[in-house]
């Protein structure tokens, strides 16, 4: 990655104690270390899973956060939201009803007169802060990826733009607006023009071999055969522990791909030889071009670059 500009917030490193008891005064989730820690991944947050709905009632009642966050949170925290594109939506979708339900102690007149504009400076500040805790609770409920640390950094730096509208609700207006067209833009958009050429890639004959299951392959597969009426076969590779790739070969057959293939992710060499292209889910994109995926989405895409077969990046 670049290193002009400010430089990138590194993760933290759960086997550094002064870091982490830094880290612990910050947090807004108080969560119970898992009782069997895994030593190979000290470096990495080992917490028990968030699955009683006591605990969601006792963080409302205790915390005051918003309950689309508590939601959100507890979400992450369980795998029920997956996904890039997923956790990303959703993140926006929790923050949005924070800045529409977040009260306000001006009248809603103009900010000439200096009370107004006292108001209004004590409001952005309290809306920033609150955001800042509703945000923090995500994190300690389950690390943000680069998507939602990159949607953060947007609103963030909206709120800072728009501190100059008139009145709070202007304010609160312009945020929401500004958010749904980062919705509009930067993901249904993005995800639609993907979702195209993606599809154009695909020829009657071909072979696609994919791992797991991503929303983005899964969606260019089905324009494909749907939109573009093409003929084409597909190999699903699948691994533990969630063995996603089932239930992805599954909605194929069930949309009408006959022609597909289900293999665990051991066969994968023999998988290869009779494939053509390879187009596995990526989950960020970085400055200098390269890609954040699983590791056995890059032992797939490996495998496909050493017999010369073209891979999609399907983010």
């Not at 820690?37 to 917490?47: E, K, T, W």
């Not at 728009?162 to 995800?191: C, G, K, M, Y």
């Not at 089905?222 to 699903?236: C, D, E, N, S, T």
């Amino acid at each position: 990655m670049s290193t002009r500009g400010a430089r990138a917030k590194q993760r933290l490193q759960y086997d550094d104690p002064d870091a982490v008891a830094k880290a612990e005064k910050r947090v807004v989730l108080k969560r119970a270390p898992a009782q069997r820690l895994v030593p190979l991944f000290a470096h990495l947050p080992q917490y028990e899973p968030l699955r009683s709905a006591s605990v969601r009632v006792s963080l409302a009642e205790t915390l005051g956060l918003h309950p689309s966050v508590l939601q959100l949170g507890q979400q992450l925290a369980q795998g029920i939201i997956s996904g890039g594109t997923a956790r990303v939506a959703a993140l926006l979708t929790a923050l949005r009803e924070v800045i529409a339900d977040f009260p306000s102690s001006s009248t809603g007149s103009s900010s000439t007169s200096p009370l107004e504009a006292e108001h209004l400076v004590d409001d952005r500040r309290e809306l920033e802060r609150s955001l800042n805790r509703h945000i923090q609770f995500l994190v300690d409920s389950r690390p943000l990826s680069v998507a939602m640390g990159n949607a953060v950094r947007f609103v963030k730096s909206r709120l800072g733009i728009q501190s100059l509208a008139p009145t709070f609700r202007e304010l609160q207006r312009q945020l929401l607006n500004d958010i749904d067209a980062f919705i509009e833009e930067r993901i249904v958009f993005a995800l639609e023009t993907i979702f195209e050429a993606g599809a154009e890639r695909i020829r009657d004959g071909d072979v696609v071999l994919t791992y797991d299951a991503s929303y983005a392959v899964e969606s260019i597969l089905l324009r494909a055969m749907r939109k573009l009426k093409r003929r084409f076969r597909v190999i699903v590779l699948d691994s533990r522990p969630r063995y996603r790739g089932h239930a992805l070969a599954n909605r194929l057959l069930q949309h009408g791909i006959t022609h597909c293939t289900y293999s665990l992710l051991h066969a994968g060499a023999y998988a290869h030889s009779g494939s053509e292209s390879c187009p596995p889910g990526r989950r960020g994109l970085f400055q200098q071009r390269r890609c954040a995926r699983s590791r056995w989405n890059c032992q797939c895409g490996v495998s496909g670059e050493a017999r010369a077969y073209p891979s999609c990046r399907c983010l």
